[in-house]
């Protein structure tokens, strides 16, 4: 459904970025704006900033910037319509809707939404009796099933591509993730005989599915594949069910797969969330760090699960999260701990999970056959701290506990974190001021303007800088309704232009001085060539083209008479 552009407009003149941001990021105000960490990247001193009057942010730092719709974009990972709607709900706004009942709805949420639905009612109905049978000999409870919204599909090619009917075509389930295509031409259906598991994003809309078998068969967990919806190392599953435990206990219990979830969640720790089949990734703590401070890594037991975790730690110790790291027998995962031992019994065992340098002397060390691996182990969590002195106090209490040489443990880290630190860094180029000003001031707008106000590109001496003036020009030339919220939702233009609208600009009124500056540094440009073809004329002793240009010279600067011989 296309948005209408006033009706963006209108919502976005409703809101009040401060407030909304306000909620994720504390905020203090500096002037006629707010500052604040940026919530995109790890800092020490507040380089984000929100500006009500030009409604925009931008973090000096890490280069975000754009709109509100583009905050919650980036920071909730919605769409642009979620976030349009998100606003537009908190604003009163009512969004113009069609029921989605066929193929001209160009978005993929209602049909996996229709798909989750049809999920669980062949569970509910007489053919998922023995997919209900199988999550009860699994503990699982119909509170559990219900809260993660469980399915079941039948073993059988078609099953969705039946039930479709008009609502949506096939090409719409391929693009969900729903169906495969076959060589030959035509679809079928990608789970079959599995048990549902809908992934969400964190805001509670369907964007995936996982599928258990529940016969032995293999493999034993299929997930959807990678769709404009479902980017598996972007998602943390269970974290639109978790976020109001998370914000509660203030830490996250990190578990391994779907299992593990329903099994501590239906024990009293809500606050459980996994991955969807995949080791963790930076992207995934990142979005943690916006919940909680500390994690505890709750994974299997055995060897897998312990150099898993091990990894996992440092990912999250990357990103400035306090780790502590479960520590289960041999041969249990949390979902058969908790189901044999009792939730009483893992409330106690979370609340002892040892440190990663606890949980090396209790299990990693008897796990390595060399010294020197548990050296490069902790030389590999050190490499991943960015602040000097975490990195330096972990280390230090690493070469304490197990007697290493700390000089030696500190160059292992080093040298492990070689690769990042010596990056070729480029020189950045000096930044044009009375430029930046004046396509501020364009993109900001001005009352009553007019071609007069245009200047070359060349006046412009940034290239990126140019090249977003091009940008504008081109769109102002088309017509564009609203060039700065295209802009500013423009992947490729949006940094830049926040950067722009962040800082002050000129007045409408002192817009004409701007543009002469603008145009004298043409002209100067164009004095100087002149300039150094007057000394290549003098060099060849051609006097009437010395003559010539000197004249050439004085029409550009505006003069009256001939100007002083340049020197040689």
Same mark, same amino acid.
């Given at each position: 459904?296309?948005?209408?552009?006033?009706?963006?407009?209108?919502?976005?003149?409703?809101?009040?970025?401060?407030?909304?941001?306000?909620?994720?990021?504390?905020?203090?105000?500096?002037?006629?704006?707010?500052?604040?960490?940026?919530?995109?990247?790890?800092?020490?001193?507040?380089?984000?900033?929100?500006?009500?009057?030009? @409604?925009?942010?931008?973090?000096?730092?890490?280069?975000?910037?754009?709109?509100?719709?583009?905050?919650?974009?980036?920071?909730?990972?919605?769409?642009?319509?979620?976030?349009?709607?998100?606003?537009?709900?908190?604003?009163?706004?009512?969004?113009?809707?069609?029921?989605?009942?066929?193929?001209?709805?160009?978005?993929?949420?209602?049909?996996?939404?229709?798909?989750?639905?049809?999920?669980?009612?062949?569970?509910?109905?007489?053919?998922?009796?023995?997919?209900?049978?199988?999550?009860?000999?699994?503990?699982?409870?119909?509170?559990?099933?219900?809260?993660?919204?469980?399915?079941?599909?039948?073993?059988?090619?078609?099953?969705?591509?039946?039930?479709?009917?008009?609502?949506?075509?096939?090409?719409?389930?391929?693009?969900?993730?729903?169906?495969?295509?076959?060589?030959?031409?035509?679809?079928?259906?990608?789970?079959?005989?599995?048990?549902?598991?809908?992934?969400?994003?964190?805001?509670?809309?369907?964007?995936?599915?996982?599928?258990?078998?529940?016969?032995?068969?293999?493999?034993?967990?299929?997930?959807?594949?990678?769709?404009?919806?479902?980017?598996?190392?972007?998602?943390?599953?269970?974290?639109?069910?978790?976020?109001?435990?998370?914000?509660?206990?203030?830490?996250?219990?990190?578990?391994?797969?779907?299992?593990?979830?329903?099994?501590?969640?239906?024990?009293?720790?809500?606050?459980?969330?996994?991955?969807?089949?995949?080791?963790?990734?930076?992207?995934?703590?990142?979005?943690?760090?916006?919940?909680?401070?500390?994690?505890?890594?709750?994974?299997?037991?055995?060897?897998?699960?312990?150099?898993?975790?091990?990894?996992?730690?440092?990912?999250?110790?990357?990103?400035?999260?306090?780790?502590?790291?479960?520590?289960?027998?041999?041969?249990?995962?949390?979902?058969?701990?908790?189901?044999?031992?009792?939730?009483?019994?893992?409330?106690?065992?979370?609340?002892?999970?040892?440190?990663?340098?606890?949980?090396?002397?209790?299990?990693?060390?008897?796990?390595?056959?060399?010294?020197?691996?548990?050296?490069?182990?902790?030389?590999?969590?050190?490499?991943?701290?960015?602040?000097?002195?975490?990195?330096?106090?972990?280390?230090?209490?690493?070469?304490?506990?197990?007697?290493?040489?700390?000089?030696?443990?500190?160059?292992?880290?080093?040298?492990?974190?070689?690769? @990042?630190?010596?990056?070729?860094?480029?020189?950045?180029?000096?930044?044009?001021?009375?430029?930046?000003?004046?396509?501020?001031?364009?993109?900001?707008?001005?009352?009553?303007?007019?071609?007069?106000?245009?200047?070359?590109?060349?006046?412009?001496?940034?290239?990126?800088?140019?090249?977003?003036?091009?940008?504008?020009?081109?769109?102002?030339?088309?017509?564009?309704?609203?060039?700065?919220?295209?802009?500013?939702?423009?992947?490729?233009?949006?940094?830049?232009?926040?950067?722009?609208?962040?800082?002050?600009?000129?007045?409408?009124?002192?817009?004409?001085?701007?543009?002469?500056?603008?145009?004298?540094?043409?002209?100067?440009?164009?004095?100087?060539?002149?300039?150094?073809?007057?000394?290549?004329?003098?060099?060849?002793?051609?006097?009437?083209?010395?003559?010539?240009?000197?004249?050439?010279?004085?029409?550009?600067?505006?003069?009256?008479?001939?100007?002083?011989?340049?020197?040689?």
């Amino acid at each position: 459904m296309t948005l209408a552009p006033d009706l963006i407009e209108r919502i976005r003149e409703a809101t009040d970025i401060a407030a909304v941001i306000g909620e994720h990021v504390n905020l203090k105000r500096s002037g006629r704006t707010f500052k604040g960490l940026c919530p995109f990247h790890k800092e020490k001193t507040p380089s984000f900033i929100v500006n009500p009057d030009r @409604q925009i942010f931008k973090c000096f730092g890490c280069g975000e910037g754009g709109d509100i719709y583009r905050f919650l974009m980036d920071f909730d990972k919605l769409s642009f319509p979620e976030a349009v709607q998100s606003l537009a709900d908190r604003a009163g706004i009512i969004v113009p809707k069609s029921k989605w009942d066929g193929p001209q709805e160009e978005s993929v949420y209602p049909v996996l939404a229709w798909a989750e639905n049809h999920y669980q009612e062949l569970l509910a109905g007489p053919g998922g009796a023995g997919a209900t049978r199988y999550l009860k000999e699994r503990g699982i409870s119909d509170y559990v099933r219900e809260k993660y919204g469980l399915g079941w599909v039948p073993d059988r090619w078609d099953t969705l591509l039946q039930a479709m009917g008009r609502r949506t075509t096939q090409a719409m389930l391929s693009r969900a993730g729903l169906v495969t295509k076959k060589d030959g031409g035509g679809y079928y259906d990608r789970f079959r005989g599995r048990v549902m598991i809908p992934i969400r994003s964190a805001l509670g809309k369907t964007i995936g599915f996982g599928g258990r078998t529940i016969d032995g068969g293999e493999p034993k967990y299929l997930n959807s594949p990678e769709t404009e919806t479902f980017i598996k190392g972007k998602v943390l599953y269970g974290l639109s069910e978790a976020r109001e435990a998370l914000k509660e206990h203030g830490f996250a219990i990190v578990v391994e797969g779907y299992l593990d979830v329903f099994a501590l969640v239906q024990g009293g720790f809500q606050n459980t969330i996994a991955t969807c089949g995949t080791a963790f990734t930076v992207d995934q703590a990142r979005v943690l760090k916006r919940y909680v401070d500390k994690v505890i890594i709750a994974f299997d037991g055995d060897k897998a699960g312990v150099r898993a975790a091990w990894k996992s730690a440092g990912i999250f110790l990357g990103e400035g999260l306090d780790v502590r790291i479960l520590n289960l027998p041999a041969e249990d995962d949390p979902d058969s701990y908790i189901r044999r031992e009792g939730p009483e019994a893992m409330s106690e065992k979370l609340s002892q999970s040892p440190t990663v340098v606890g949980f090396a002397r209790d299990v990693l060390l008897g796990q390595l056959e060399r010294r020197e691996d548990l050296l490069k182990a902790f030389a590999y969590l050190g490499a991943k701290i960015e602040d000097p002195i975490r990195r330096r106090v972990l280390l230090q209490e690493a070469a304490e506990s197990f007697r290493f040489n700390e000089s030696v443990l500190v160059g292992e880290s080093n040298r492990q974190r070689k690769p @990042q630190a010596t990056q070729r860094k480029m020189r950045p180029e000096t930044q044009d001021r009375v430029g930046r000003l004046y396509l501020g001031r364009l993109i900001e707008g001005i009352e009553g303007f007019s071609e007069d106000l245009l200047v070359p590109e060349e006046a412009i001496m940034e290239s990126e800088l140019r090249h977003l003036y091009a940008t504008w020009l081109s769109l102002w030339q088309s017509g564009d309704p609203d060039p700065k919220h295209t802009l500013l939702n423009d992947d490729a233009n949006r940094s830049l232009t926040s950067a722009l609208l962040a800082g002050d600009l000129p007045e409408t009124d002192q817009m004409e001085q701007v543009t002469k500056r603008l145009r004298d540094r043409v002209v100067q440009a164009e004095g100087k060539k002149i300039q150094h073809a007057i000394r290549q004329a003098e060099t060849r002793g051609d006097d009437a083209e010395v003559i010539r240009l000197s004249r050439e010279l004085q029409s550009l600067r505006g003069g009256t008479g001939i100007p002083d011989q340049p020197q040689g």
